[in-house]
């Protein structure tokens, strides 16, 4: 979010960053409205997961004060730093064409361009913009833990309900008070 656009020599406008729609993306798609909303997936990673403070609700000490404020918060922090972090990655853009060329130095992936090209520009290699993809695969790896982990208790409570199959099977839990066999079926369905 601030290391990105501070260590790029080059930075985009303003301008381009809040009004450039690039129509001409190599796959036909002229929609303006539509472009815009494919742009807005970028900020849904952003706030994927804000709602696990509600399914963690059962092993949360005084849920009926701490819920809400765990659930707004999230959601808060989400915004801001979505926002920065989308902010960051869009000013550091400079160069669309080679950015959606397949056969550029990162295969084609445009986060890693993004950061590749950054980082390039300031120093010889782009080992830095690797350590940075880094962050994020770490980053991206502990959503998936949150998201298996919401999914895990979900799990949970329809069994306790009755209303899911293998509901016997998913109620078991450890000694810690975790269902186990929750998590193990979420792990193993994401996967």
């Known amino acids: 979010m601030i290391l990105i656009p501070s260590v ?83 000013f550091a853009v400079t160069d669309i064409p080679h950015l959606l060329n397949p056969d550029n130095d990162s295969s084609g992936y445009a986060i890693a361009e993004i950061f590749y090209q950054a980082f390039k520009s300031r120093y010889d290699h782009g080992v830095a913009g690797i350590i940075c993809l880094g962050i994020v695969a770490v980053a991206i790896f502990f959503c998936g833990m949150s998201s298996i982990t919401s999914n895990s208790r979900m799990a949970y409570t329809f069994s306790r309900d009755g209303a899911m199959p293998l509901s016997s099977f998913c109620l078991k839990v450890n000694k810690q008070g975790v269902p186990i066999n929750a998590v193990w079926l979420s792990a193993f369905m994401a996967f």
């Open 8 to 90: 790029a020599t080059e930075r985009a406008s303003a301008k381009f960053v809040f009004t450039h729609f690039n129509t001409d993306n190599g796959v036909g798609i002229n929609s303006r409205i539509y472009i815009f909303v494919l742009g807005l997936l970028l900020s849904q990673y952003t706030i994927t997961g804000y709602d696990a403070s509600a399914h963690m609700t059962e092993e949360t000490k005084k849920a009926d004060e701490n819920e809400p404020k765990g659930i707004i918060s999230s959601i808060g922090i989400s915004i801001i730093v979505g926002w920065g972090y989308v902010l960051g990655i869009t």
